[in-house]
């Protein structure tokens, strides 16, 4: 079992920048692809980003490429999210989850997720 910890969130005005950390318990994570998510209450769970095990390969919404960086230290165990240049719809709960099977696979572990609020 990984546990995944998010941190980070909080609020910040539209235009600002806010960066995402999730940190996992355990030294398998760099055999991990990771990827970030986000659900707004009563939504579907949308795909944001996601990297490869090694970091070499990166992918994106549409709706926030450009804007947000997905990277990761497997030194540190942790992935990182910058957003920049947020908007008052990227407002909602953001978790990180790690896949076993690689980047387009199943994911299998969640962490508990973190509120990026962002005020017009």
């Known amino acids: 079992q990984v546990q995944l910890v998010e941190s980070g969130g909080g609020l910040v005005q539209a235009g600002g920048s806010l960066r995402l950390s999730c940190a996992a318990s355990r030294r398998t994570f760099r055999n991990y692809a990771m990827g970030w998510f986000r659900q707004a209450p009563g939504k579907e769970r949308e795909f944001v980003a996601a990297?490869?095990?090694?970091?070499?390969?990166?992918y994106y919404a549409d709706s926030v490429k450009g804007r947000f960086t997905i990277s990761r230290d497997n030194a540190k165990t942790t992935v990182y999210l910058q957003m920049n240049s947020l908007k008052h719809e990227d407002t909602t709960v953001y978790y990180c989850?790690?896949?076993?099977?690689?980047?387009?696979?199943?994911?299998?572990?969640w962490g508990q997720g973190t509120q990026v609020t962002v005020s017009s």
């Open positions: 989850a790690g896949s076993v099977v690689g980047i387009a696979g199943e994911y299998d572990y």
């Open positions: 990297i490869s095990s090694s970091g070499g390969n990166t």
